[in-house]
Every structure is written in C-alpha cells, then in structure tokens.
C-alpha cells in the first residue's frame, strides 16, 4: 500500500507536524505550488451509472482520473454521501430516481465544498448500508468510484470489505453535533474536522501489467450474492483464521533451519518431531500369557533431525539422529507392562546405537555411487517386505507395524554400499560388516504375542550372534536391476544371517529330577534371491471408468537353509536321540501388486501375498519367508486410498484389509482391518486417525491372537 | 486458409491495406477491448480465415495440410495448433525449479517447489512432438526433484511422455521415488482431465492437449491489460534470472508476456484472438471438460488466458498466464510460460506454478543416460541445484483471482459464481488482496 500523497486541500484540515510546515509563510510557496499542481489533476466525474438488484445497488461515478474520496452514509433522511477531494462535476446534473430498477435511489445532489472540493449527494428511500471501491482502468472504461448501497439484511457478506481496509470506505462514527443537513448543497460550509470522514486512500496506481481492476465490477453481476464473503458462518471463519496462522506455523524451519543453512551454506539441516499414540478400545485383562491392564499401546515421541554436509564435489557426509520416548510404561498404571526394564530402549532411546541412527559418507561419479558408514538399504517396489532383506527391523508393534513405517523401525547397520550405472542397468553391491538382528516384541510390552511363553524350563544359553570383527561374519548382497520400456525388473541375491534366531537343542540337564533341554538361540545363513518387476499400462474403455491406469507388480524371494524350530525333534531330544531340535527348509514368498488409478484421485491396490515353507512338515515353528505355523498363508491385501474434495483434498481416507488364509491346516486366519483419516493442517504439520482392528480367526493364528487388541490411534506430525 | 488463391487475397489485404486498417483498429480499440467475429475489424478479417474444413495432411490425417507454422490468414485449426506450441513445460532443453501451491478460501496453503531437468530430444518445437516422435514413442524426459516442503525433500518423479493418438493414449511412463519408502515405483499415469491431489492444476494442464483433440472456433477478439494479478500485499517479488541471479522486482513491472515483447500497445494492453475449443468425444471419450475459452496474443498465439467449461456448461477453472522469451533464439515461439494461475472455480482454488531460473540446457549424452533414468533417483543426487525465492509466505500475499469479464462473449461464456465465491471476489477486487472465508485482513 502507498502512502497517501499529501493533498494540499486536506492541509487546513489535518494540522499533522509535516503539514503544519506548508501553512509556514516560508513554505507558503511550495505549498500553492502542490495546490496548483493538484488542482491540474482534479478528477472530473464524467458520467454516473447506477445499476440495482434485490440486495445491492450500485452506483458507479467515472472519473478522469484517480481520486482521493469518501463515503459515508446519514439518517433523517437517509443519504449516501461521497466527498470527492479536488474534484469538479461540470458535466453532473442533479436528477431523480423514480422506482425501476433503482434500488433506493430517489435524487442525486451535489455541490463544492471549500476551494476545490465536490461532495454528491444521493438521498435514499430507505437505509442502507455502503461499501466503496476505486477502480483503474480497464476493459475500455475508466478510473470509477464504485459504491455499493447493500440493503439491510442482505447478509454479513454486505460487510465483508471491512476486512479489506486498503480501499473500502467506513462511514465515521457521528458525533451528535452533526445536524441532519450537514451536508446540505446550498450551504457548503467546509465540514468541521471532527465529522470529516476518514478518507478513503487511492488505491495503488495501477501499473500497466498489473494491479488493474475489473471492469465487471462497475456491471451487474451475473450472480448477484447475497452469501457472506467472509463465510458468514463463525466455525468457518474460525477455521479460516486457523488455517491461515498454521500456514505460516514452522518455528523449527525459520528460527533454526533457515538461520543454520543460511550461516553454513554446504550443510543441510531438517527432520521432524511426531507424536503417535494408540488406546485400546477394551482393557481385556489376561489374554493368554499376557496381562492387558493396560489402555495405551503406544505413546511415542519421535525426533529425527538429518544433517548432510557437502564436502565436495561428489563427496558428503549425512547423519541422522533419532530421540524417542515412549510414554506407555510411565504414563499408565499397568503390571503388564515391564519391557522398559529388560530393554530400556522399549521406551526411550538411550544407547548412541539407537541416537545414531545412521552415519555415512558417500563418493559419487556419475557411473557410480559409493556410500560407507551406518545406513540402511531398501529393496523392492512392493507394499510389505518381499526382497527388502537387508536390514533388521524393530518389530515392537508387531502386526501393527505397516509398510510406512519401515522407514523409522529399520535398524541401520554398518555397511559399504556401491553402485554401478551402465544406462539402462544398474548393478549395487552391499558388504555388510556389522550385523543387527530383528527386535521383536519383548515380554511385557504392548505388542507381546499372548501365545509366547514368559517363561521356560529349559537351559538357554546366550544368544549367538555373528560378530562385526569376525570376517567370516559378514554379509554380501548384489541386486542388478534394468529397465526397457515399460517393463522395468531386477535380480537380487544375499548371502545373509537370519535376522532371527533359532534355538538350537545342544543336548539335555536333570534338574530338579526332570529331563530338560539345552539350548542356545543362534543365527543361521540365508541365501536369498529375489527377482521385482512392474509394467505399467493404461486400458482404455472401461465401464464407467473410462481409462483405468494400471501398474503391474512382481516380487518374490527365494530363501535357501531357513532354520526352523522342530517341536517333534525337540521332544525326540527329550527322550534322548541325538538332534539339534532344528529342520532346515526353502521358504518362498511372493506378490503380485495390481495398482488402479481411478476417478476422483482414487487409489485401489490388490496385492495378493503367498508366503509358503517347501516341504513343509508338521510341528515346525516359525522361520524367514514361511507360512505362518502352516504350510502356507496367503493374505490378498486390498488397499483403497481417496482424498475428499470437500476439503480441498486435505482429508484423505485410506482403508487396508489383510484378510489371513493359512494352509494345509489352519484355514481362516483372521482378518486385520486398518481405516484411517489423514488430514493435513498445513503445509508442515499433517495428523492421522487410525482404527485398526483384528477380527475372527483363533486365537493362535496370526492375527487372531490380537483379537482383543482393536484399537484407535492418532499421529501428529510437523516437519521442518 | 490453405489454398493459394486465399494466401495471395490475404496478403494482398495486410499488406495493401495495413496503414488505414491501423488507424480503423485503434479507433475501435480505444472504444471497446471485444468484439465478435462480425465485428471484426478489417485487419482482423484479413488475419482471420474462416474455413472450417481444409486439405489435411497426407500422412497424419489430423493435421493440416498447409505446412506449420502457417501463414495469415489463419483458420480457427491453424490458431489452435499454434497454441499448442506453448505448453507448460516448454518444447526444449531446459532446467528451472517449479514453485507451485494453491490457497484454499479458508487461507490453508499446499506449496512445493520442485527442480526439473526438461530433456526433449530431437526438433525442439510442435513439430517435433508431431513428427519428430512416432504415435506411442516418448517425446521427452523430465525429472522433478523435490526441495519444498520439508515432508516433500528428496521425493522425485521422472516423466516420460509420450506423442500420443487416437490408437495410442497413454500420456505417460511415470516413476516416483519416495525417500520414506526408499523406492522407486513406477506409478499409474495420472488421468487427464483429473487435478493433482491438493491442487487446481490437472494433468493436462500440465502435459498439454493435442490441438487435434479439440474443435476450432474463433469467437472473436480482444485486448487485455492483465493476466497473472499480483496482490497489493506482494509489491516485488524475487525472481531467479538466468545469468543475474537472485533479482527484486516490484510486481508492478512484471509485464504479460515480459519485457522484450514487441507487441504492446501504446496502452500496455495485448491484442488477442478469442477462441472456443470444443473437446472432440472420439478423441477424449469420458472427458470432464467440455470447451475451453482461449485467449492468444494475436502475433504469437500464446494463450494469455484459458477458460475451461465443464460438460454443463459451468466455469471449472480460469488458467492466466505471464509469459517469458525464456529461448531468444525461438523468435516469436520462444516464449515460456514462466508463471501460470489456476483458480478452480468449483472448489475457489487459487492455485500457482512459477518457473523460476529457466536456463537453457544441452544435456550431453552422458547427463541423460545418468539423469533421467528410474534408478537414478534412489541416488537422492540433487545434480545442479537452482534456487527459488518465490514462494508464497503468507496467505495474504496470494496471487488474486482472476478477472471475471463478464460482460464478454457472453453466448459462449457463463461467468455465473456461487454467491459465497462471488463474494469473495467482489471483496477481493475491493481489497486488492486475496479475500478468505475469515476476510483478507491480517
């Protein structure tokens, strides 16, 4: 907004300090200069236009040029008053309204006022209420004075433009003193100061390419509006305020990110602060060797921050850094809940292991990439973990743990990873020097199967895990991948350690005159090889549909000398036969991912997964890749995603359904059910509601030993 | 026109005739900025050829047999053909960082910015995309990095779109990696007709219609002085310019189609044709959009402005645009589109795309075999980062929306608002600023 010029007809009137100077004899000059120059543009009204509908009028005064202006409205009898500062009506004629479409029209005065000035009069039939706009040229008209007479009642929108001070006009508050005829034509005494009406500012001059303003506003409107321009409603206009203080919410970004990276240009600086929390729908109390007195699955506060730093060209370091606190075992009274105290990392990240969350330099050349240190790998394209192998999870949300969350539960580890850019072909090559094994539920978390005995009889060892220092130890991984066209595929291969131990039987103890095991967890190696594919295609003339994008997904992961638990060895042990209580089995598992893009920016994934243990026998526990305690599962996953457009696409439903199929025994294993609404507050700050529930199937199936654990959830999430 | 006789007549009335039908054109433009094809000034009826059948192509039926880019006069075809010259994302070689975000009426913003490297091998231009690419082939290769918002960094795209024809109507191959996932996907191409999620923009707005998908009709012509409006809240605004770098300009001297257009008026206005484009049903079967409104600078056929009207007549959406010479060596089709509004009219979006730092690029061999390929995306390698300050703050400071026109065309254009919308705009257009459902003050 530019500052309003001085007008040397407001000088008298206004006694500020600045204009105070120009009544000065000595400054006297300058100031009949400004006047004259002034004067020199005086805006001439050359026409009045008036147009009316049920709720509005409008009176439109074409001027020469822009004017300084006000207008105000008086009662007893109604008026509508415009005060043209400078200006002269040589070519305005005093005229009547009589009816038509004239609103409440009923005459049109006007008369000068002090040395240059022209007030217009309109008197009215009935009180009104006014708002005032300055329009520039454009569209083959003019600069205009546009005043809209609103009639009472016509709705909050006839107030709107005092939310838009730059060029609306209020009329003053009057004093008592104003008599009814102040501004009578035939007696136009300069209005004493204190009922001069804030003047309306010019509106910025309109540049030639911009700030130009519509003539339509000087024409009827094709639909004239009796709805509020401010919503009318006071949620809405409380969410309005809301959203427009949260566009601008992101402390972290200004006051910390942008002052670090604006002060070390080569460093990078971001991350998030989350908050999840999931409740119980029911507090069950035992289930199984669980004791659910607890409401609170989780109440987890994440805090990552990612730094990289450029050295070089080519060369740069990155580090990410996680804090998190998990308030489930402070925050409710709960016996059940006791991992914290045999992990204290269950509720709160307190080892530089877990801080740091990953830690590399990475050399690139456009052939080839190389990144040493802490990091974690992804492979696949698929929903769930087919080929993505490579690193160990954190699994303490168990079957609630979902594909977008792999990203904070992975378990980086040490590792130098290479890759190679032959065009179209890619080959990546991992050397795994440190080992992380899979964290599953401990005993005594929220997440802990009621099926896991707490306890056992047996003598079990300490765990046997590969060693970082031992080269025999290490890990090895190559995955090449390529595209042609519209198919694009890939080949993995891993010679690995099971992220899981299995118990190895090492022979038997008395104790207490009972014959029990001797046992020790132990790592076994894997060799994985995998293959991902997907094609994309759109079909044309579909039902209803019209088009129907589609993208094609294959993954599958072939695992050789998976270490199984055999329950019928171990009782073989028992009873005294030589056996290490294990089988060892090919696992494949596999899916196929059928993505649609519908109407309405829908989604609809069908995701078939086969996960099946070759020459599977009976008495097996579990193992990588498997059937779960079966032969085999399948779970045909349906994944439904919209946004609605009510919201502007700021709410979005998405709806998952695992249904669980074991066999060559189990049958129906349940049914895991996930809804949830994302809504995003603004640009940086976005929040989740979830329902997931687990519904039939037994209780030692999959998901049916979570039968009682439904619950609803929530995420609140800013980044920066 | 294809014949020659017509050439010949046209040439004979713009050349013969040029100084007096000069003097008849500003003495009807200074007394009114539209008129209709039946009144039509004389130069504009020399410019202008109303056949509506001519010769086609030999070998692709759907294109005009007069060689592009055709010569005055010009039929309705020809005009949309020369329009599609200008795209959203140019014809040619390029990088640049898209700003882009839409502002809803209750003042929530949705913003990205992403750095796009443009690879569009072969004949740069229309022709190229019309015979420089079979039917089904892939014309170009662009990769989207994105930087804004903070939930957004490091997620990329890689488009390849493809020429495509009745037989052949996949848009697009279309890869995604997403840094949280740490995957690459090949994703469903998005449908055409159909707005980004959280965004005004659609697709095609981005990709471009064929011109032989649509039916030509001139309607008239017109003069506008305004096109993308900036608010009084925003008085500069920092642009990226290739070679200067970082450069504050008020936003009162950003001009329509930039600063070395040669063809203002004295006024500051640009003279455009006015033309109606009816979707053609056999060529965008189940199409949500029925006819546009287009307004082409009448020297380069830049489209100034598009209208877009659902199959029941409403308005969907006003695209404006403030065009760029981003390629000098182009001549009059090396304009850009350097920064475009969309206001959705059915959901008052007011939405953006600013192409900040367009410089031009001759990608080696080298560079297009590593950028744009899927793969390379897992490499998160931001290759040449440009930099962008033209990102809208504050809700306050939002593009306005555009101007309603309502008294033009009015048998081909139907300007009718919701009552809550108009009144929106009414007091924006009295404000001068972005008016939500809580006012426009701050």
Request: proline share 7%; glycine share 8%.
């Amino acid at each position: 907004m530019k500052a309003k010029p001085s007008r040397p007809g407001t000088i008298p009137r206004r006694l500020t300090s600045a204009t105070r100077l120009l009544t000065r004899p000595g400054p006297a000059l300058l100031a009949s200069l400004l006047a004259a120059s002034s004067l020199a543009n005086a805006a001439v009204i050359e026409a009045v236009r008036t147009s009316s509908d049920a709720q509005r009028t409008r009176i439109v005064l074409d001027t020469d040029s822009a004017a300084n202006y006000a207008v105000f409205t008086l009662s007893n009898p109604e008026r509508v008053v415009i005060d043209i500062d400078n200006s002269n009506a040589n070519t305005l004629a005093a005229q009547n309204f009589s009816g038509g479409h004239n609103g409440p029209l009923t005459a049109l005065r006007h008369a000068k006022r002090g040395a240059g000035d022209l007030r217009v009069v309109f008197d009215l039939s009935r009180k009104v209420t006014a708002q005032s706009m300055q329009l520039g040229p454009d569209g083959g008209y003019g600069n205009r004075i546009v005043v809209d007479l609103v009639e009472l009642g016509a709705g909050a929108g006839a107030e709107s433009p005092d939310k838009a001070p730059v060029v609306a006009s209020k009329p003053p508050a009057r004093p008592a003193a104003i008599a009814a005829g102040d501004e009578m034509l035939t007696a136009p005494t300069p209005a004493p100061s204190t009922i001069t009406p804030t003047p309306v500012p010019v509106q910025q001059a309109p540049a030639p390419a911009v700030a130009r303003t519509t003539p339509s506003a000087a024409l009827p409107q094709p639909a004239p509006s009796s709805a509020p321009a401010s919503g009318g409603s006071g949620i809405r206009n409380m969410f309005s305020r809301f959203d427009r203080a949260m566009a601008t919410f992101d402390p972290i970004g200004k006051h910390v990110r942008q002052p670090i990276e604006r002060a070390v240009p080569r460093l990078q600086f971001r991350g998030f602060l989350r908050q999840w929390s999931d409740v119980l729908l029911e507090r069950n109390g035992p289930i199984g060797t669980v004791n659910q007195d607890f409401r609170f699955l989780q109440l987890q506060n994440l805090f990552e921050l990612e730094t990289s730093y450029h050295v070089a060209d080519g060369i740069d370091i990155k580090g990410i850094a996680h804090g998190l606190y998990d308030g489930t075992y402070d925050w409710q009274d709960s016996r059940g809940l006791y991992a914290d105290s045999l992990d204290r990392t269950a509720e709160v990240y307190n080892t530089s292991e877990r801080v740091l969350r990953e830690l590399y330099v990475s050399y690139r050349k456009p052939g080839f990439d190389l990144k040493v240190g802490k990091q974690q790998v992804a492979w696949g394209k698929m929903d769930g973990q087919f080929i993505d192998i490579v690193n160990g999870m954190d699994r303490r949300e168990s079957v609630q743990l979902e594909s977008e969350d792999y990203e904070f539960r992975r378990l980086p580890t040490w590792m130098a990873n290479s890759t190679f850019y032959f065009g179209d072909t890619t080959v990546q090559t991992l050397y795994v020097f440190d080992f992380e094994h899979d964290r599953n539920p401990l005993p005594g978390s929220p997440w802990a199967s009621p099926l896991a005995p707490t306890s056992t009889t047996n003598i079990v060892l300490p765990t046997d895990r590969p060693e970082a220092g031992n080269f025999s130890d290490h890990e090895y991984g190559i995955r090449v991948d390529r595209a042609a066209g519209a198919l694009t595929y890939g080949f993995i291969y891993m010679y690995a350690w099971d992220k899981n131990p299995v118990e190895r039987v090492l022979g038997t103890s008395v104790q207490n005159g009972n014959t029990v095991l001797q046992v020790r967890a132990e790592h076994k190696r894997l060799h994985h090889a995998g293959a991902t594919m997907d094609y994309g295609m759109t079909f044309q003339n579909v039902p209803v549909v019209g088009s129907l994008p589609t993208v094609f997904r294959v993954e599958a992961l072939y695992t050789n000398g998976v270490r199984f638990a055999d329950f019928e060895k171990r009782a073989e042990a028992l009873a005294g036969s030589s056996t290490d209580g294990m089988s060892t089995h090919d696992t494949v598992r596999a899916a196929i991912a059928i993505e649609f893009g519908l109407p309405h920016r829908t989604t609809l994934i069908f995701q078939p997964s086969w996960y099946q243990t070759l020459n599977h026998k009976e008495g097996l526990g579990a193992g990588f890749g498997g059937g779960f305690g079966d032969e085999w599962s399948f779970i045909p996953v349906v994944f439904f995603s919209r946004p609605f457009a009510f919201t502007r696409d700021r709410l979005n439903m998405d709806l998952t359904l695992f249904p669980l199929i074991g066999g060559s025994d189990s049958g129906w294993g349940g049914l895991k059910t996930k809804l949830r609404m994302t809504y995003k507050f603004s640009q940086f700050v976005k929040g989740h509601l979830i329902y997931t529930g687990y519904d039939t199937g037994s209780s030692t199936d999959l998901y049916g030993q979570y039968n009682q654990w439904d619950n609803v959830g929530w995420e609140l999430s800013y980044e920066f | 026109m294809n014949s020659e006789s017509g050439k010949g007549l046209g040439r004979t009335l713009i050349y013969g005739c040029l100084p007096g039908l000069l003097l008849v054109t500003c003495s009807a433009f200074a007394a009114d900025s539209w008129r209709t094809v039946a009144n039509f000034t004389a130069e504009e009826r020399a410019l202008y050829d109303p056949a509506t059948s001519t010769p086609r192509d030999t070998t692709i039926p759907y294109i005009p047999a007069e060689p592009y880019p055709f010569e005055a006069p010009y039929t309705a075809e020809e005009m949309g053909f020369r329009q599609a010259e200008f795209v959203h994302i140019s014809r040619w070689d390029y990088l640049m960082v898209d700003a882009f975000g839409v502002v809803t009426s209750s003042g929530y913003i949705n913003q990205g910015a992403s750095v796009g490297y443009i690879d569009n091998p072969g004949q740069t231009g229309l022709m190229g995309y019309i015979t420089g690419t079979k039917p089904g082939e892939v014309y170009g290769k662009w990769a989207m990095y994105d930087v804004f918002p903070p939930e957004s960094e490091n997620t990329q795209q890689l488009w390849f779109p493809a020429r495509t024809d009745i037989e052949n109507r996949s848009k697009m191959d279309f890869f995604v990696y997403s840094p949280s996932l740490r995957r690459v996907r090949r994703q469903p191409e998005p449908r055409r007709d159909q707005r980004f999620p959280d965004n005004s923009q659609t697709f095609d707005d981005v990709l471009g219609r064929d011109p032989w998908e649509l039916a030509w009709e001139v309607i008239g012509s017109d003069t506008l002085y305004e096109t993308m409006r900036f608010p009084s809240t925003r008085q500069t605004i920092v642009l990226n310019i290739d070679g200067q770098g970082f450069v504050e300009k008020p936003t009162s001297s950003i001009k329509m189609m930039g600063d070395d257009c040669p063809y203002y008026r004295a006024d500051g206005g640009l003279d455009a044709w006015v033309l109606k484009a009816t979707t053609k049903p056999e060529w965008l079967p189940d199409y949500n959009e029925k006819y546009y409104v287009l307004w082409l600078e009448k020297n380069t056929f830049f489209p100034l402005r598009i209208e877009k009207y659902g199959k029941d007549g409403r308005l969907m959406m006003v695209e404006e645009r403030l065009g760029d010479k981003s390629n000098p060596a182009l001549g009059d089709f090396g304009y850009a589109s350097f920064s475009s509004m969309y206001w959705n009219v059915d959901h008052d979006l007011i939405g953006y795309s600013f192409h900040d730092g367009h410089t031009l690029r001759e990608w080696t061999d080298e560079e297009v075999e590593m950028i744009f390929s899927a793969e390379f995306m897992r490499r998160e390698w931001l290759i040449e980062p440009i930099k962008s300050q033209v990102l809208i703050r504050d809700p306050a400071e939002w593009f306005l929306r555009p101007h309603l026109y309502p008294e033009r065309f009015p048998g081909h254009r139907n300007m009718t608002l919701s009552p809550e919308i108009d009144a929106r705009y009414r007091a924006q257009e009295a404000a001068g600023r972005v008016v939500f459902e809580s006012g426009g003050d701050h």
